[in-house]
């Protein structure tokens, strides 16, 4: 049974002994060996933590990873990797240039592209009408071709399947699955774990213990996926809370907990582009019914506060990395939400702060300091993908 506290915030009343299985033990060790690999720092906000009466607050600021300005990378570098090995395990000794199809609202589309451009392959990636023009930018100058389609993300993801499936050879690359498309979306989440365990030894550099509350900004909920995974596998970590973000745009996540079933949701424009994503991934929905604390939708200008106090606090962050902060305090301004995630004055919260500002230019004027450019960071190379 679950209880709903507000238009906004959603309290998930989880099997508290549910488990799951955990990630594959390699992924860290497979990022690890990517040249150009670095934990993103893990920074700590005192007014933050003063603001909402708890201990301590930290922001996991993925502005750059990878060389690129948002976690992604760590998916669709593990995913590519599993699937070329698939490709030679399957006899090609010497797998010739693949082509990867994928749909984006931006940063997945940008990562794909620049691993295919890495490893010499190429990759044909589907975005719908309301990407902004320099994301699409961005992800041609990785050498990908950028083909735009009317209606939604979800009508995206279509366009890119029947494309794949119209060319043989073709690999789909997507960050979300339904019926009958599981296996890639499985490689990309457990590729997002990385994250997860640099924090953990982030946190133990700290003298600290797990987290009493971790909040991930969700669109299709792989990500989030990802965190439940690993909260939820492991026994000295089944404390930790979990709760959403997401914009009120496109709640598909708090929409599902509340009807109890994957549903989908009309969508509209939101800075937070990313996270403009109307139906939950068939693989992610189980876990986050099953193991998230609770879901909070918030407003673009909530969003845009948050990024102001984020960037005091000298965190440079991108609207969707703004939507972690905007859906905590969200969530513990309403009555008994505290008390639900066992949150109180000495807890230990941490914001996963999905991308920085030059991911997203989405809201952020004409001083956006988007890169239209491929980034000049140095780049992981093939070393780990054989």
């Known amino acids: 049974m679950s209880a709903v506290s507000a238009d906004r915030w959603y309290a998930n009343r989880r099997d508290r002994g549910w488990t799951c299985p955990p990630v594959p033990a390699n992924v860290l060790a497979f990022h690890r060996s990517l040249d150009g690999y670095a934990p993103t720092p893990l920074v700590e906000l005192p007014a933050v933590a003063a603001e909402l009466g708890v201990g301590r607050v930290f922001a996991k600021d993925e502005s750059s990873r990878l060389g690129l300005p948002a976690f992604k990378a760590l998916g669709a570098s593990w995913a590519m990797h599993r699937a070329l090995a698939e490709l030679s395990a399957a006899g090609r000794a010497e797998v010739g240039p693949v082509t990867f199809v994928t749909a984006t609202d931006g940063n997945h589309g940008r990562a794909v592209a620049r691993t295919a451009r890495l490893l010499g392959h190429q990759a044909r990636i589907t975005v719908p009408d309301g990407v902004h023009p320099a994301a699409i930018a961005a992800i041609e100058a990785e050498g990908a071709s950028v083909a735009v389609v009317g209606g939604s993300y979800d009508d995206a993801v279509a366009a890119a399947a029947r494309d794949a499936a119209a060319h043989p050879g073709a690999i789909l690359l997507q960050d979300t699955a339904w019926p009958g498309y599981e296996t890639v979306p499985a490689w990309i989440v457990e590729g997002y774990a990385t994250l997860f365990a640099e ?47 997401e914009p009120v745009t496109a709640a598909c996540a708090f929409a599902s907990l509340r009807a109890g079933r994957a549903v989908t949701v009309p969508t509209a424009v939101t800075t937070m582009a990313g996270l403009n994503c109307g139906t939950p991934s068939s693989l992610a929905w189980p876990y986050l019914r099953d193991g998230l604390d609770g879901a909070a939708a918030v407003t673009d200008q909530e969003a845009a506060a948050a990024g102001a106090t984020l960037r005091a606090g000298g965190v440079d ?57 491929a980034s000049a960071a140095r780049p992981f190379t093939s070393r780990g993908f054989r």
């Open 199 to 245: 924090l953990d030894e982030q946190v133990r550099a700290r003298d600290m213990q797990a987290p009493d509350l971790v909040v991930v900004p969700v669109g299709v909920g792989s990500l989030a996926q990802a965190a439940v995974a690993h909260y939820r596998s492991r026994p000295d970590q089944a404390r930790t809370s979990l709760i959403s973000a």
């Open 317 to 373: 962050a991108g609207p969707c990395g703004w939507a972690a902060l905007a859906a905590v305090r969200r969530a513990l301004a309403e009555p008994g939400a505290r008390e639900h995630l066992g949150v109180g004055e000495a807890s230990v919260l941490v914001l996963i702060v999905t991308e920085g500002a030059a991911a997203n230019p989405a809201g952020l004027g004409s001083a956006s300091p988007y890169n239209h450019q």
